[in-house]
T-cell receptor, first 114, second 109 residues
Framework: NAGVIQTPRHKVTGKGQEATLWCEPI?????VFWYRQTIVQGLEFLTYFRNQAPIDDSGMPKERFSAQMPNQSHSTLKIQSTQPQDSAVYLCASSRQGTNSDYTFGSGTRLLVI | GDQVEQSPSALSLHEGTGSALRCNFT?????VQWFQQNSRGSLINLFYLASGTKENGRLKSTFNSKESYSTLHIRDAQLEDSGTYFCAAEGGGYQNFYFGKGTSLTVIP
């Protein structure tokens, strides 16, 4: 069990460019969650998929951010026209459907927008 | 407003001592999870409770859904316990968590 795998670990992007972050959940986990963590805001929930379907995206900024889960083995978070305030650690977590008892976070992607 | 209020925000302990961290919930939650975020930034799952008390080594956690709080007790603190501790509560119809703002724990030699 390799755990939740997030790639890349670090990403530096120029203002206005696009950034795509990848998450591979634990095999058998059908719930996938995205969070953003900064010093100022702490851990912020972004969005959540269950069986690849978007369930709750209430935390996603309305513009420039989108998330997809095209198959059960990976999810992507895309940020268009990145801005310096998007700099954060983006965390992905997965869990089995219906229970969070084995909720597992990935190591995160540290995004820096310069 | 915040649904999970975590306290204290920061805590220093000498090695070998102990203390308790607390989360209060502003609404009924059906489960709580405690995580430790270590110096590398990894979030480690400590406990998941739907009720009652769980213990693992020097850590013990309690969840009282009726009174809307959870606690994490640390005893005989060690240097490797340093980090930020988050509680996260599960409520509503979805599986996603509401996170507290964390307690930054520093264990002093």
């Amino acid at each position: 069990n390799a755990g939740v795998i997030q790639t890349p670990r670090h990403k530096v992007t120029g203002k206005g460019q696009e950034a795509t972050l990848w998450c591979e959940p634990i095999s058998g986990h059908s719930a996938v969650f995205w969070y953003r963590q900064t010093i100022v805001q702490g851990l912020e929930f972004l969005t959540y998929f269950r069986n690849q379907a978007p369930i709750d995206d209430s935390g996603m900024p309305k513009e420039r951010f989108s998330a997809q889960m095209p198959n059960q083995s990976h999810s992507t978070l895309k940020i268009q026209s990145t801005q310096p305030q998007d700099s954060a650690v983006y965390l992905c977590a997965s869990s089995r459907q219906g229970t969070n008892s084995d909720y597992t976070f990935g190591s995160g992607t540290r995004l820096l927008v310069i | 407003g915040d649904q999970v209020e975590q306290s204290p925000s920061a805590l220093s302990l000498h090695e070998g001592t102990g203390s308790a961290l607390r989360c209060n919930f502003t609404t009924t939650m059906r489960a709580v999870q405690w995580f430790q975020q270590n110096s590398r930034g990894s979030l480690i799952n400590l406990f998941y409770l739907a009720s009652g008390t769980k213990e693992n080594g020097r850590l013990k956690s309690t969840f009282n859904s009726k009174e809307s709080y959870s606690t994490l007790h640390i005893r005989d603190a060690q240097l490797e316990d340093s980090g930020t501790y988050f509680c996260a509560a599960e409520g509503g119809g979805y599986q996603n968590f509401y996170f507290g703002k964390g307690t930054s724990l520093t264990v002093i030699p």
